[in-house]
Nanobody, 128 residues
Framework: QLQLVESGGSLVQPGGSLRLSCAAS????????IGWFRQAPGKEREGVSC????????YYADSVKGRFTISRDNANKTVYLQMNSLKPEDTAVYYC?????????????????????WGQGTQVTVSS
């Protein structure tokens, strides 16, 4: 059974850092595109960063470019999202998701509707 479990969310002050982890089980991580998404109260879920199946291509939303880094450890079946210089507007529930990619462009793949497997989410709150 394919399962994704996020961890690492917390309350952090503006300018701080967090590293989110997504532990995968029940499937071979390297065969899937992986994405981090977030949803703030009253807003739609949005793509934050996605990683192509082979890991050679990444996409970052403009709002996080230069501050967030996505990475994958296939051996340990874990995906990470390193978040630096956090801002209050980064406050949201963060989800990781996996999908067999159906488009080659990683940006096009970084839409929630493209993903069929989801974790339960982890809360990130950026506040002083």
């Amino acid at each position: 059974q394919l399962q994704l479990v996020e961890s690492g969310g917390s309350l952090v002050q503006p300018g701080g850092s967090l590293r989110l982890s997504c532990a995968a089980s029940g499937f071979t991580l390297g065969f899937y595109a992986i994405g981090w998404f977030r949803q703030a109260p009253g807003k739609e879920r949005e793509g934050v960063s996605c990683l192509s199946r082979g890991g050679g291509s990444t996409y970052y939303a403009d709002s996080v470019k230069g501050r967030f880094t996505i990475s994958r450890d296939n051996a340990n079946k874990t995906v990470y999202l390193q978040m630096n210089s956090l801002k209050p507007e980064d406050t949201a529930v963060y989800y990781c998701a996996a999908a067999i990619p159906r488009v080659s462009d990683v940006q096009a793949m970084c839409a929630p509707s493209r993903y069929e497997f989801w974790g339960q989410g982890t809360q990130v709150t950026v506040s002083s």
